[in-house]
């Protein structure tokens, strides 16, 4: 017992203080980014967030009217309205108390910030649940927590950073069950995924996920336990997507519209050519050292290289920063060469798996499913700002972590590597985390 003890403590305290400085940041950086005087023109180069002011609509009229808007009304009024009904509600009570809509607003940003911090602490439990390696479990709960484009997510007056929770908390009770095979694992993934459907329904995919895990598992050993459990959650289901049908059905014109969105000319891609979905232009990315929507169209216009900076960085324009502070510009260059590491490591992972366990199957059809469905809806609406890597939120945690098992796996296979590729991981995520405190100092001391 005494040894057991130590070894946990040795081996998680560093983890441990990985997630303190990662919910120290968010702190931070909503006290700084995300508290503003003004709610009317939430938009620009320093707000890191996307179309604010029509979900703040949105939340206005659910506080205003306590009824859902129609849904070709409002440019986010087709979104699943969990997210809405929550803050709407919070809204119309905080009313009781301040006059002013800003100082609502001062309040509900914390909700963001008070969801991106959950999403944390359960990459924080899977970690624990998926590996013993200590670099691997410093290295993927590093990744959610220092990252830039995750620690946006704690400022987003939007209802990704919900949906970013919910969707953990689905994946990480399913893995759970995958280990434990207790039917409360299940029915709490269950649980989390259908409210991550009512938050927003491209994310009803992890219930075809649970239900085929389910199967797979009946058909192994015949349990009647499990045929119940499959027939609750199918009925969990198709409540769940008949509120969303429901939801997104237009009586007026007979038909269903489950998202509002452009082929933007200004913004326009052309997804069925192979130059746009194969090309990798990663010395454009280092030059520009962004990938912003209006930015240099070698790195806006090819898929791959739009989505890898907006990994790491979002779809935004940091010019201010670099202009006002150099070195800022060369830190985000090093980062990106270093972040290389995510998608070699999700593409390897493919190749060294030895023997494939219920874990990788789930989170690689995680990933295929999600990537397929952001292909189609960049097909149906042609615009850089709908190749951004924020909609693969529902797999943040399964991309992070089946890349670190790639790496892996990679430094277990070619022996020469085993003490380079865990520094240059470490490396990664500690000048991630000097990037984002760098951005909170020039914010808080030169007001940019």
Known sequence: MKKILIKKNFVWTPVLIIVILGIVLRILFTGY???????????????????????????KFVARNLSLPEVNKGLEYPQQPLYYIITGLSYRLLQNFFNSSD????????????????SLLFMFLMARKITDSRWLQFFVVGIFAFTPSFVFHSIMISNDPMLTLLSAGAFYFLISYTKSEKSKDIFLSTIFSALASLTKISSGFIFFIIIGFLIYKYGKNKKTEILNI???????????????????????????????SYSWAHQRVYPETFSYLFTFN?????????????????????????????????EYEYNNVTSFFPYMRLLMQVILILGL???????????????????????????????????????????????????????FIPITIFSGLGLSRIFNKFKGLKSIIPVLCILFISLEFIWVALRIAVKAFAKI
């Open 282 to 314: 990663l010395s454009d990315l280092l030059q520009e050292a962004q990938s912003h929507v209006f930015g240099n169209e070698k790195v806006a216009r090819t898929w791959p290289t739009f989505l890898y900076g907006s990994s790491i960085f979002g």
């Open 103 to 118: 100082d609502i607003f001062k309040i509900l940003i914390w909700y963001s910030c008070f969801f991106s911090i959950l």
């Open 230 to 260: 499959i027939f609750a959650v199918f009925l969990i289901g198709f409540i769940c997507f008949g509120a969303g049908l429901w939801r997104a059905y237009m009586p007026s014109t007979n038909q269903f519209r489950f998202v509002e």
């Open 341 to 395: 590491c995510l998608p070699v490591g999700l593409v390897a992972n493919f190749f060294f798996i030895k023997k494939w366990e219920d874990t990788d199957y789930i989170f690689i059809t995680a990933i295929i499913i999600n990537f397929f469905m952001l292909t189609l809806f960049l097909f149906k609406y042609s615009a850089v700002c709908n190749s951004d890597f924020r909609y693969l939120n529902s797999v």
């Open 33 to 59: 980014f995300g508290v503003r005087e003004n709610y009317d023109n939430f938009w620009g180069t320093t707000t890191y967030t996307h179309d604010t002011g029509d979900h703040i609509q949105y939340i």
